[in-house]
């Protein structure tokens, strides 16, 4: 039951014996059953969209080290991917997205409900992992907020200097029905902290 998990009842304000335990990119490249998972399934974007794989690197950690909750495997970026951009990993750099530069490619990108076909695998992910946690074992989610998803697809990379719009840089309505998506129904213990893309490359 929902009332169970340790890391829910914290976050409910509920004082505990001892606090629940997670980190960030816990499952990774660290634990060597990870690795070989990550070798069968060839790739990091082909291990995200196989939700055999990707749900098993998920119960991996929790497996070894017992934690509070599992963090669902996948990257933020798959949203852009889906909306149409190219996406691809450079070794040792980091994830690089086609840009937008011009109202042209933003015009190009599909709309927000054609997202869900490409990332079905990730909902096939989510109900393995309702399915196969530990009942005490709470389900972590996580999110790009919609200004770090653009600087990705305006930049094409990850950088920490912003570059000024110009007078030909895309006029783009914050509310456009282009960047945001609807989910599908989440189970009710996942919670979404923020992430960062290739996390757990």
């Keep these: 039951m929902a009332e169970q998990k340790k890391l829910l009842r914290a976050l409910a304000g509920e ?18 059953e990870y690795r070989a998972t ?17 749900a098993e690197v998920t119960l991996q950690p929790i497996r070894r080290f017992g934690f509070d909750a599992a963090i669902l495997f996948a990257d933020i970026l798959l949203v852009p991917q889906a909306l149409g951009a190219d996406l691809w990993f450079v070794t040792g750099e980091g994830p690089r997205l086609s840009t937008i530069t011009k109202q042209a490619d933003f015009d190009a990108l599909k709309p927000a409900h054609a997202v869900h076909d490409t990332l079905s695998p990730v909902y096939e992910t989510l109900k393995i992992l309702t399915r196969d946690l530990p009942s005490e074992t709470a389900l972590i989610g996580f999110a790009g907020a919609p200004w770090t998803v653009a600087t990705y697809m305006i930049a094409g990379r990850g950088t920490r200097i912003k570059r000024q719009p110009t007078r030909s840089s895309p006029k783009i309505a914050p509310c456009s029905r282009r960047c945001s998506t609807a989910s599908p129904r989440q189970p009710s213990n996942t919670s979404r ?5 290739g996390q757990n490359a």
Excluded: H, K
């Design 15 to 32: 004082t505990l014996p001892t606090p629940p335990v997670w980190i960030m990119r816990q499952a990774g490249r660290y634990l060597p």
């Design 38 to 54: 990550r070798a069968q399934a060839g790739d990091f974007l082909s291990l995200c969209y196989n939700p055999e794989l990707a």
């Design 193 to 197: 902290p923020r992430s960062t893309p």
